[in-house]
Every structure is written in structure tokens, then in C-alpha cells.
């Protein structure tokens, strides 16, 4: 069982930033992708950003150009990266790390890491 562990949300003013951290009991290379969701109140978890193997990253419209993903160079940490610039009240979500298991394409989910902007 993959373990997933989110951490770095808050709360920032409008326009600000914050960088979310995901650590994998497993190495992030492993992985077929790995991706961030969101969950806004009163809607569906939506998809942020998704980087399968081998592959460019993809990103959700209302995030391009300020939400970047990226993982740990150094393999050994297992961790992948959310940061998350110019930050709108709009973003306000609980946050998720997913990864995609190889071998059978199975998703696994971290807790959330909630994320405040205020206006």
C-alpha cells in the first residue's frame, strides 16, 4: 500500500504563494504519474497538475503560468512539489497528492493538505 503525505498548506493572502510537498513510501520514479488535485467547496475534485512518466506536465487552465509541479531531484526523497504562485481567493481547496501505480494503475491518495486565500 502507498503511502502519501501532504504538507505546506495554509493560509495566504491573495497574490501570494505556497509550496505543497508530497512524500511517497515508494520512489516517485515508480510511479506511472503522479498529480495534484483540488477539491473547492460545493464542487468535485478536480485535476491541478499531472506528470506521467516520460511525458510533459499537464495543468489545469485557471492554474498555467502560476502553479508549477516538479519533483525531487534527488530520487531518495520520494517527493513531488506543488508551488503555487499568485495565489486567488478562487484556489481555496483541500489540496491532494496522487500517484498512479505501475503496475496496476491503481490511484492512491493522500489526507488533503488545506489551502486558504484570502481577498
Known amino acids: 500500500q502507498v503511502q502519501l503525505v501532504e504538507s505546506g498548506g495554509g493560509a495566504v493572502q491573495a497574490g501570494g504563494s505556497l509550496r505543497l510537498s508530497c512524500r511517497a513510501s515508494?520512489?516517485?520514479?515508480?510511479?506511472?504519474?503522479t498529480a495534484w488535485y483540488r477539491q473547492r467547496p460545493g464542487n468535485e475534485r478536480e485535476l491541478v497538475a499531472k506528470?506521467?512518466?516520460?511525458?510533459?506536465?499537464?495543468?489545469a487552465d485557471s492554474v498555467k503560468g502560476r502553479f508549477s509541479m516538479s519533483r525531487d531531484m534527488d530520487n531518495a526523497k520520494n517527493t513531488i512539489y506543488l508551488d503555487m504562485n499568485n495565489l486567488k481567493p478562487e484556489d481555496t481547496a483541500l489540496y491532494y497528492c496522487?500517484?498512479?501505480?505501475?503496475?496496476?494503475?491503481?490511484?492512491?491518495w493522500g489526507q488533503g493538505t488545506q489551502v486558504t486565500v484570502h481577498s
Open positions: 515508494a520512489r516517485v520514479l515508480s510511479f506511472a504519474a
Open positions: 506528470m506521467w512518466r516520460a511525458r510533459p506536465i499537464i495543468y
Open positions: 496522487n500517484a498512479v501505480a505501475l503496475e496496476t494503475m491503481r490511484d492512491n
